[in-house]
């Protein structure tokens, strides 16, 4: 069906910065909405931003201003650049689509990766 793979995570200090990837593949027709979620321990998992294939964007309030989603439509990618990271921004990020694509039919559906642990030192 359709794939989403991450990459990027890793371990950085805080005040450091990560970009994170996440690429969208299968037979697709169009990605709808993308987007970044997160997961600390012990916390139930978030959002942290998503766009629509407009363009438009919405973060949560504890990112912004530190981390900015982009896309690409042409490669069916989503990217999530993070600076100014905290300690408190530690957990597995998960990135997530909304495809219509075809599998033995044309259909619509939301789709996660696998995540990419984000970890911040202090």
């Known amino acids: 069906q359709v794939q989403l793979v991450e990459s990027g995570g890793g371990l950085v200090q805080a005040g450091g910065s990560l970009k994170l990837s996440c690429v969208a593949s299968?037979?697709?027709?169009?990605?709808?909405?993308m987007g970044w979620y997160r997961q600390a321990p012990g916390k139930e998992r978030e959002l942290v931003a998503s766009?629509?294939?407009?363009?438009?964007?919405n973060y949560a309030d504890s990112v912004k201003g530190r981390f900015t989603i982009s896309r690409n439509n042409a490669r069916n990618m989503v990217y999530l650049q993070m600076n100014s990271l905290k300690p408190e921004d530690t957990a597995v990020y998960y990135c997530?689509?909304?495809?219509?694509?075809?599998?033995?039919?044309?259909?619509?559906?939301?789709?996660w990766g696998k995540g990419t642990l984000v970890s911040v030192s202090s």
């Open positions: 766009a629509t294939s407009g363009g438009d964007t």
């Open positions: 997530n689509a909304e495809v219509d694509y075809l599998y033995e039919t044309s259909r619509t559906g939301d789709f």
């Open positions: 299968g037979v697709i027709f169009r990605i709808n909405a």
